[in-house]
């Protein structure tokens, strides 16, 4: 985890699309943190976690953080990890999330946004990372119509938290995790594979698995590293 955003996480603290809470637990390891409400909008993830953990400082809530079921300037620490790239909806979804994470903030309260973002690598097993993002997102659009925001540039990002919150400073990080070709080709695309079987159209199908085919041939040469973040900090 990122030094410069765990230093920034303090007192009640939301967890904006927590995933299998994970992180959420972590951060009350953090003697800073009092309590953790982890938000997801898929309950059989949290159905997971609650069978997982029990401490009484981690709130678990089954909604939309694009319309949170909080109190007004109640929280002192809004955290957003890999989340806003993946809201359907697009750009209108995302400005309802820092919308809302704005309402509930206290003044002077942060909210951390760390996401994926638009850039070319010029390491082919970074570009890999990015790659696989837009084909999971292509796939999603093509079977069940679901268009995500997907990827895009910080000043995408910050055009938004801008409109709601006058302080914010942003940077980029590097991600160190990489993987080889082999163990990533056996992990790696269960949904996105699943997702183009169930395309009816035989040429957008035939396309998908070319590109899907491509993605194992750059794995198998080049391994696979994790793309940068771009990470956020606004002060409310
Ligand atoms: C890539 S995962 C990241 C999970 C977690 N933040 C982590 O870092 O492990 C994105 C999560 O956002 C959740 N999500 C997507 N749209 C959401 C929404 N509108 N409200 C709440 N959660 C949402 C997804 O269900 C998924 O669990």
Redesign the pocket.
Known sequence: MFKEVLASVEGIVV??????V???KSLLENPRVREVVA????FS?LREAKKQYSEQRLHLVC????CLPLRESSIDTAI????LH????GRE?VEK?VKEAKRILRAGGKLII?DKYLYKPEDPAEALSLMIEDLYHEALREAKGVKLWGLHKPEDYLDIVKKYFSKATWSKVKRERKIPGEVFVKEWGKETKFLVKTIKDENTRRRLENKIREVEKTALEHGYKSSEVLVIIAEN
């Open positions: 967890d904006l699309g927590a995933g299998r994970r992180f959420a938000v997801e909008i898929d993830k909604g939309s953080i694009a957003s990890i890999l989340v993946e809201l359907a909806g979804e999330t760390v």
